[in-house]
């Protein structure tokens, strides 16, 4: 059992490792690394349960609280953070949470699975194919009123659903409307963070009468798993951010999106 249990927490802290590099590198939280990490080490320790997924869910989630905050925190340093577009963004957020909390609730694991699935191998688009989400040559700003709300919170919305911090979405949005790249992916970073708070808080509670779940489970969120990833994360994260600064952006991302799809592959087939 030792020995499992060091396998678990080394396996995590490398999950969190590289959701913080990720988080730091592309601005997208880490829930693409730490959810399909935590689904696939929770059966070693736990029997077979459907509600894994919303506890992978959970955890991913307030494991972006940890990894965003660390990586808002190296960015700004470089004063590449737009904490005006956080603040005009975080309600709209924050509503789409709560909603997609509800869906989450009402929803079954297998469905949950396979959004996700469908969720990575949309994402994994924008990786493969980086110069099509170029800066244009127009005048484009970024989105206001009732665009700017519907964004927002189909943003808070899917990333709950996905365990995710909504990063990727907010990098396209910000690099379309003619914004830096290291812009995009600072300020991503802060929307992961916004996305987490209400969103582990949700899963959190969601999961007060769950049953079978991995030992160290609250509500949804398994605080082992939570602290393991979060050693990793909080370690690698400024990494991260500075290789973002530096290293080639187009062929990173485009290692990333082949892992988005060997992800996407591996759900479908756990869905089905």
């Excluded at 949470?97 to 996700?116: C, D, W």
Aim: glycine share 12%.
């Amino acid at each position: 059992m030792e020995v499992e249990l060091l396998w678990f927490v080394i396996t995590l802290c490398l999950a969190g490792a590289i959701a913080g590099i990720t988080s730091g590198l592309f601005g997208n939280g880490g829930g693409f690394v730490v959810v399909p990490a935590l689904l696939a080490v929770f059966p070693f320790f736990t029997d077979s349960s459907g509600e894994l997924i919303k506890v992978a869910i959970g955890t991913s989630l307030a494991s972006i609280v940890v990894s965003s905050a660390r990586s808002v925190q190296a960015h700004k340093k470089k004063g590449a953070v737009d904490f005006l577009v956080l603040k005009d963004w975080s309600i709209w957020l924050v509503v789409g949470v709560v909603v997609g909390l509800y869906i989450a609730s009402r929803t079954s694991s297998e469905s949950l699975i396979l959004v996700f699935a469908i969720g990575v191998l949309l994402y994994s688009i924008y990786f493969l194919f980086p110069t099509l989400f170029a800066g244009t040559s127009n005048t484009l700003t970024m989105p206001k009123g009732i665009f700017k709300a519907g964004l927002a919170s189909f943003l808070g919305g899917f990333s709950a659903l996905l365990g995710i911090g909504g990063g990727t979405i907010t990098v396209m949005t910000m690099v379309i409307c003619n914004r830096s790249v290291h812009q995009a992916i600072a300020t991503a970073a802060g929307v992961g963070f916004i996305i987490g708070i209400p969103g582990s808080i949700g899963f959190l509670l969601m999961g007060q009468n769950a049953q079978d779940l991995p030992y160290g489970t609250v509500g949804f969120i398994n605080i082992p798993a939570l602290a393991a990833i979060s050693v990793g994360s909080v370690m690698t994260a400024p990494l991260g951010a500075k290789w973002a600064h530096s290293l080639d952006e187009v062929n990173l991302k485009k290692i990333f999106g082949l892992y988005l799809i060997a992800v996407s592959i591996s759900m479908f087939y756990k869905a089905f």
